[in-house]
C-alpha cells in the first residue's frame, strides 16, 4: 500500500509539472484573461481567477456551436487559453477556488461579446483586466450554497463542486499598461515554451519597459509611480520635485546645466489645430531657427506609443549685453505625443556640452511615463448603511 500510494504521489507530482501544451499549429495563438472577483460583504477582499470559459464569435458576432474553450490553470493570477484558431471571442465565465470548492461567476452574454477580441494567426491577445462586484444572494440561496460547502468538506475525496456566484461586472481595463503587466506575468509562467515568442513579440509591439527599479540595494525595489492630472510619473531622474505649471510639469537638474517640461494640451484648448498641424508647425520652426538645424522629423518612444521629434539650437543674447559680446547656446529636443484627448508635449533643453550627456536619461524618462489620468484609488471598504 505504501508503495502504491508513492507511486500515486509520483505520477500526481508528474502531471502537475508537465509545461503547458504548445501549439499544435503555427497560425494558432492564445489569449490571455486576468479577473479579480470582490467579495460581497467584505468589499475590501477579493479572489483572483485562475479559470475561464469563452466562445468563437463568427462574422455577425454571434456565437458558433461548439466553438466553446476552457482555460487552463498554471497559476493563481490569471488564465491562459492556448492553442486557439485565429477568430474573435467573448468572455463566457470566469472561477475561482475559495473555501475547498470552485465558483463560478457567468459573464452576461451580451457584455462579453461586446468586448470581444480578435486573435491574429501567431499571436498573443489580451482580452481585459475584469474586475467584478460580489452580491450576496437571497437567503435560501446562500443557506443551499452552504451545504454544497460543508458538504465538501466532510466528503474531501469527492469532485471539487462548482457553486455559482453573483456577481456584477464593474471594470474592464483594456489599456496598454494593463496588457503590458498581464504579458510579463505571463512571460515569466510560460518561460520555458515556446509560448514566450509570441508574449515577446507583442511586448515589442506595446513598447512597453519592464518599470524601473532602484539601484544600489541588495533586493532592487519597483520605484514608485506618482499619478498626476494627466500622467503618471516615475523619479528616474532623482533631480528633486517638479515644479508644477498650468497643464504640466517641469524638472530641474541641481546644478542648473538642464531641465526637463512635459505637458498636456486639450483638444478644447485655444489656438489648437491638431496634432498634425502641430507636428507641421514645429517642423517648420525648427528647419527656420538655424542654418545648422535640418528640422528632420524622427520619432522617439514615450510610454507605449510613438511621438515625433525635432532638435533646436537656440543662441539667446541677453538684453544688458552689447550683441556678439555674450551668448548663452541651447539646445532642446521637442517630443509631441498625439492623444484623442489633445497632445503630450515633452521637452530637453540644455548646454551643448550637456545635451547629450542628459539625453539618456530623458528617453528613459519617457519611457517610464504612463500617459493618461490615473484611475481613481478603490475604497477599502464598502460603505455601511446602519438604521437608526
Same mark, same amino acid.
Not at 508537465?18 to 494558432?28: F, G, I, Q, S, Y
Not at 527599479?213 to 532623482?238: C, N, V
Not at 530623458?362 to 475604497?379: M, S, T
Given at each position: /500500500?505504501?508503495?502504491?500510494?508513492?507511486?500515486?504521489?509520483?505520477?500526481?507530482?508528474?502531471?502537475?509539472?508537465?509545461?503547458?501544451?504548445?501549439?499544435?499549429?503555427?497560425?494558432? @495563438?492564445? #489569449?490571455?484573461?486576468?479577473?479579480?472577483?470582490?467579495?460581497?460583504?467584505? @468589499?475590501?477582499?477579493?479572489? /483572483?481567477?485562475?479559470?475561464?470559459?469563452?466562445?468563437?464569435?463568427?462574422? &455577425?458576432?454571434? %456565437?458558433?456551436?461548439? !466553438?466553446?474553450?476552457?482555460?487552463?490553470? =498554471?497559476?493563481?493570477? &490569471?488564465?491562459?487559453?492556448?492553442? *486557439?484558431?485565429?477568430?474573435?471571442?467573448?468572455?463566457?465565465? $470566469?472561477?475561482?477556488?475559495?473555501?475547498?470548492?470552485?465558483? +463560478?461567476?457567468?459573464?452576461?452574454?451580451?457584455? @462579453?461579446? !461586446?468586448?470581444?477580441?480578435?486573435? +491574429?494567426?501567431?499571436?498573443?491577445?489580451?482580452?481585459?483586466?475584469?474586475?467584478?462586484?460580489?452580491?450576496?444572494?437571497?437567503?435560501?440561496?446562500?443557506?443551499?450554497?452552504? *451545504?454544497?460547502?460543508?458538504?465538501?468538506?466532510?466528503?474531501?475525496?469527492?469532485?471539487? %463542486?462548482?457553486?455559482?456566484?453573483?456577481?456584477?461586472?464593474?471594470?474592464?481595463?483594456?489599456?496598454?499598461?494593463?496588457?503590458?503587466?498581464?504579458?510579463?506575468?505571463?512571460?515569466?509562467?510560460?518561460?520555458?515554451? &515556446?509560448? +514566450?515568442?509570441?508574449?515577446?513579440?507583442?511586448?515589442?509591439?506595446?513598447?512597453?519597459?519592464?518599470?524601473?527599479?532602484?539601484?544600489?540595494?541588495?533586493?532592487?525595489?519597483?520605484?514608485?509611480?506618482?499619478?498626476?492630472?494627466?500622467?503618471?510619473?516615475?523619479?528616474?531622474?532623482?533631480?528633486?520635485?517638479?515644479?508644477?505649471?498650468?497643464?504640466? /510639469?517641469?524638472?530641474?537638474?541641481?546644478?542648473?546645466?538642464?531641465?526637463?517640461?512635459?505637458?498636456?494640451?486639450?483638444?478644447?484648448?485655444?489656438?489648437?489645430?491638431?496634432?498634425?498641424?502641430?507636428?507641421?508647425?514645429?517642423?517648420?520652426?525648427?528647419?527656420?531657427?538655424?542654418?545648422?538645424?535640418?528640422?528632420?522629423?524622427?520619432?522617439?518612444?514615450?510610454?507605449?506609443?510613438?511621438?515625433?521629434? $525635432?532638435?533646436?539650437?537656440?543662441?539667446?543674447?541677453?538684453?544688458?549685453?552689447? $550683441?556678439?559680446?555674450?551668448?548663452?547656446?541651447?539646445?532642446?529636443?521637442?517630443?509631441?505625443?498625439?492623444?484623442?484627448?489633445?497632445?503630450?508635449?515633452?521637452?530637453?533643453?540644455?548646454?551643448?556640452?550637456?545635451?547629450? !550627456?542628459?539625453?539618456?536619461?530623458?528617453?528613459?524618462?519617457? #519611457?517610464?511615463?504612463?500617459?493618461?489620468?490615473?484611475? %481613481?484609488?478603490?475604497?477599502?471598504?464598502?460603505? $455601511? =448603511?446602519?438604521?437608526?
Amino acid at each position: /500500500m505504501r508503495a502504491m500510494a508513492a507511486a500515486a504521489l509520483l505520477l500526481l507530482s508528474g502531471c502537475a509539472g508537465l509545461p503547458p501544451r504548445e501549439p499544435t499549429a503555427v497560425r494558432h @495563438g492564445m #489569449l490571455v484573461v486576468r479577473a479579480r472577483v470582490r467579495g460581497a460583504v467584505l @468589499g475590501f477582499t477579493s479572489d /483572483m481567477a485562475d479559470s475561464a470559459t469563452l466562445e468563437q464569435l463568427g462574422p &455577425q458576432g454571434e %456565437p458558433i456551436p461548439g !466553438k466553446e474553450a476552457v482555460a487552463g490553470a =498554471f497559476d493563481d493570477v &490569471q488564465a491562459y487559453f492556448l492553442d *486557439l484558431p485565429p477568430g474573435r471571442y467573448a468572455l463566457t465565465s $470566469v472561477s475561482f477556488r475559495a473555501r475547498g470548492v470552485r465558483y +463560478r461567476v457567468e459573464v452576461p452574454p451580451a457584455r @462579453g461579446r !461586446k468586448e470581444a477580441v480578435d486573435l +491574429r494567426p501567431g499571436s498573443v491577445a489580451f482580452m481585459g483586466d475584469f474586475i467584478f462586484d460580489g452580491r450576496f444572494p437571497d437567503f435560501d440561496v446562500a443557506v443551499e450554497r452552504a *451545504l454544497s460547502v460543508i458538504g465538501h468538506w466532510l466528503t474531501p475525496w469527492m469532485r471539487r %463542486p462548482v457553486i455559482p456566484r453573483d456577481a456584477d461586472s464593474r471594470v474592464i481595463d483594456k489599456g496598454l499598461a494593463a496588457e503590458a503587466r498581464a504579458l510579463r506575468v505571463a512571460r515569466q509562467t510560460l518561460l520555458p515554451t &515556446q509560448w +514566450r515568442r509570441a508574449i515577446d513579440a507583442r511586448l515589442r509591439e506595446l513598447g512597453a519597459p519592464e518599470p524601473a527599479k532602484t539601484k544600489g540595494t541588495l533586493r532592487p525595489k519597483e520605484i514608485l509611480l506618482h499619478p498626476e492630472l494627466t500622467l503618471s510619473w516615475r523619479d528616474t531622474l532623482e533631480w528633486g520635485p517638479p515644479a508644477y505649471s498650468a497643464g504640466g /510639469m517641469t524638472w530641474s537638474q541641481p546644478d542648473g546645466t538642464a531641465r526637463i517640461a512635459v505637458f498636456f494640451t486639450s483638444a478644447t484648448a485655444r489656438g489648437f489645430a491638431g496634432f498634425d498641424a502641430a507636428v507641421r508647425e514645429m517642423r517648420a520652426a525648427a528647419s527656420t531657427s538655424n542654418v545648422s538645424d535640418k528640422g528632420e522629423l524622427y520619432e522617439v518612444r514615450v510610454a507605449t506609443r510613438v511621438g515625433s521629434a $525635432v532638435r533646436v539650437t537656440s543662441y539667446h543674447y541677453p538684453k544688458e549685453t552689447l $550683441v556678439g559680446s555674450e551668448v548663452r547656446i541651447a539646445v532642446t529636443e521637442t517630443v509631441l505625443v498625439p492623444d484623442p484627448s489633445g497632445m503630450y508635449t515633452a521637452r530637453l533643453r540644455a548646454s551643448p556640452e550637456d545635451f547629450d !550627456k542628459v539625453l539618456p536619461s530623458f528617453r528613459e524618462f519617457l #519611457l517610464q511615463i504612463v500617459l493618461g489620468a490615473p484611475k %481613481p484609488v478603490e475604497p477599502k471598504s464598502e460603505p $455601511v =448603511f446602519l438604521p437608526l
